[in-house]
Structures are given as C-alpha cells and as structure tokens.
C-alpha cells in the first residue's frame, strides 16, 4: 500500500491521458512551464497530443484566471501569468507549423 507515498501527477492536464494509457494517437510529455516558487502545487504535465489545441489554451488561460487570486503575489504573479500566456502562445503556433491536417 506504501508503494506510492505521494501523489504523483502523471496524467495530461487537459485530456488526463497517462504513462500507462496514451492518447490514441500517441503522445509524449511536453515540458511545461511550471515553477514551484510560486506554484506550490506542482502544475500537471501536458502531453504532445494536447500542446497547443484549443483545450490546451483554455487551461493555460484557466491557470493564469487562478494566479489573478494570489493577492499577495505581487509582480511575481504578474510576471508567471505572463510566462504562462507565452508558453502557451509557442505551443499554439509550434503546432499550426507542424500538423497541416
Ligand atoms: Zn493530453
Ligand atoms: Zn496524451
């Protein structure tokens, strides 16, 4: 029972997708743009099938709505908002280049 001590977040933020169950269409992680010093929750991976689809930017605009009630956040929360947003952005575009379908 002690096998997994903690919660490990290991399924895809947006479709929830799993190293044991990958999307149909295979997938892999996509390196995010978590930062634990102001995110103590440790932000959820994203996978390649969901980078940059609509899904995908509804999350990240999710997230950044979230940082907007860290009142004590101060410029810092501004500046992660702003991080993720452009994250976001890149991964939008990176697949309108790559996928014509
Ligand atoms: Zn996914
Ligand atoms: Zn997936």
Sequence with gaps: MSKTPRIRYDACRVCGCTDDR???VGCSWV???SRDKINP???PPLCSACAGT???MQEALRRIASLS???NGGFEVVD???RIARAA????????E???A
């Design 54 to 56: 609509p899904a995908d």
């Design 41 to 43: 929750d440790p932000v």
């Design 31 to 33: 390196k995010t743009e």
């Design 80 to 82: 992660e908002a702003a």
């Design 22 to 24: 990958a999307c149909e």
């Design 89 to 96: 952005i890149r991964r939008f575009k990176q697949r309108g």
């Design 69 to 71: 009630r860290r009142r």
């Design 98 to 100: 790559t996928a014509d």
